[in-house]
């Protein structure tokens, strides 16, 4: 359901059967981070790990900017390049929308092609990170204060359009419109944190606070009976559209400890983040629909929710030599939380209610039948990752590095759909950062390798009852992004 929007949703939205949406600028692809689901935590690029000494650690590891002295200011950013694609067979269309197509008196491959076929997208995005810490001008002080803004969570598509087709307009949002046309999710974060250095251990242990800000913003096609159907029997175009506009603010805290067991040789780092908002979020807003050739729906206030993971990182970093350093780290996503999301009328009395479901898909109970427009079943699963990385100091200066990453899916393949794509994924990164007096300049290159899925043939969303049931999800699912991020670091 994240990843869900429409560039002023299409030309049709002209025709009267669509909504017209303003497309945000500034978005975030899940694709962009070596991370699970739809996490984006890339700042620090291959010292952003958790026993790294940066102002990137407010959130990696709080602990860790005990061990920075005076002030320190870090502006990082991540374009990403993201290429990816989906691909929909005959096999996925639901068989009352091809015998609708034949009762209209159309021809049956016309419904096949205007269901069919290659969704594509090349999507340039940028994750923008500024980070200071300061001994607050007390050197001797065992406290440092740190501040950062950063985006954590995100997820962004914008699909290539296809050709006009004249018998179902809305062909030309291609075969994953069921699930996304463009849209976002998106967690910018304000975070505070606190470090106390424990000198005669080597010790530093810090916590901080974390201000999220959430949003979802999503177009996509969608009718009545929850169907890929284009016309009635009659020959009528029933196919709409469905524009979400929701948003909230959250809590969260985090904690960590990096510890030097050798001096300026080898230090260990562990560090916990909570759940944003501790737990079930509810953003509010409105949703408006244009089902089939009616007008367009006035917007309705919904609440829709949604869980974030909380994170588990431990890792460290060795000099064997003066001009060597290693860096390992193994990060714990807890993505399981992410059972559902529900999409609810504002007025309902008990959303927990209105949203529990069976196995089936369908509502435990019934009486909130008409306070739910559609639950999203997720069921996602716990993700581990884990970096290696390596520097080469050619000199006091200059660091040559390179590193390399795994993590598994958190998408189990009966869920996975065009608005939210993961996979195994492997990562590869080679950089090199110089030092002039108080300035570091770094650059990082990163490619980010998708291993192929294809879950044509495995049940979905599509053997669902409603209100859980969607369009088929299957399909054949690939992707690829390129990182490129340069940074700047300040010592004062």
């Known amino acids: ?98 015998e609708a197509v034949e009762a209209a008196g159309l021809e049956r491959e016309t419904g096949v092609d205007a269901l069919t076929g290659e969704g594509s997208l090349t999507n340039a995005v940028v994750l923008p990170f500024v980070g200071a810490v300061s001994d607050l001008g007390m050197p001797r002080s065992p406290l440092r204060l740190g501040a950062a803004f950063f985006v954590p969570f995100g997820g962004q598509s914008s699909w290539d359009e296809h050709e006009e087709n004249p018998t179902f307009p809305g062909a030309s949002d291609g075969p994953e419109r069921w699930y996304v046309i463009e849209g976002t999710i998106r967690s910018l974060a304000i975070a505070l944190a606190a470090a106390y250095r424990i000198d005669v251990a080597r010790l530093s242990l810090g916590v901080s606070g974390n201000l999220y800000f959430n949003e979802v913003h999503t177009v996509r096609a969608r009718n009545a009976d929850a169907t890929d159907k284009l016309v009635s029997e009659n020959g009528a175009l029933i196919e709409g559209r469905s524009l979400l506009d929701v948003s909230s603010t959250a809590l969260g805290l985090g904690a960590g400890v990096l510890w030097e067991p050798i001096a300026r040789t080898l230090w260990l780092g562990a560090s916990y983040q909570s759940q944003p908002g501790f737990g079930t979020l509810e953003l509010d807003g409105t949703l408006a629909n244009t089902l089939g050739a009616g007008p367009p729906a006035a917007p309705v206030d919904v609440l829709f929710t949604e869980e974030l993971p909380d994170i588990v990182r431990v890792g460290g970093r060795v000099r064997p030599r003066h001009d060597v350093e290693l860096r390992a780290e193994l990060r714990w996503e807890r993505w399981s939380q992410l059972e559902q999301m529900c999409l609810a009328d504002a007025d309902v009395d008990d959303l927990d209610a209105a949203c529990a479901t069976r196995r089936d898909g369908s509502q435990i109970n019934q009486q909130y039948a008409s306070d739910v427009v559609q639950i999203f079943d997720r069921d996602w699963e716990d993700t581990v990752g884990a970096r290696l990385g390596a520097s080469y100091f050619v000199d006091a200066d200059l660091e040559l590095l390179v590193g390399a990453g795994y993590e598994n899916s958190a998408i189990p393949d009966r869920t996975l759909d065009p608005a939210l794509f993961d996979m195994n994924k492997l990562s590869l990164a080679i950089g090199a950062s110089y030092r002039l007096d108080a300035v570091t300049l770094s650059l990082t290159v990163t490619d980010v390798i998708y291993f192929e899925r294809d879950t044509r043939g495995v049940a979905g969303n599509e053997a669902l009852a409603l209100p859980s049931r969607q369009p088929s999800n299957e399909g054949v699912y690939t992707q690829n992004t390129l990182l490129v991020q340069p940074a700047v670091a300040l010592a004062l």
């Open 1 to 98: 359901m994240p990843t869900i929007i429409a560039s002023e949703a299409r030309r049709a939205l002209t025709r009267g059967w669509c909504l017209r949406v303003a497309v945000l600028a500034l978005c975030v692809a899940p694709s962009a981070a070596r991370a699970g689901g739809f996490a984006t935590a890339r700042f620090g690029g291959e010292h952003g790990t958790v026993a790294d000494v940066l102002p990137s650690a407010v959130y990696h590891n709080p602990g860790a900017i005990g061990l920075l002295d005076g002030q320190q200011l870090m502006i990082d950013a991540a374009f990403a390049l993201r290429f990816a694609e989906y691909r929909r067979d005959a096999g996925a269309i639901d068989d009352s929308t091809l």
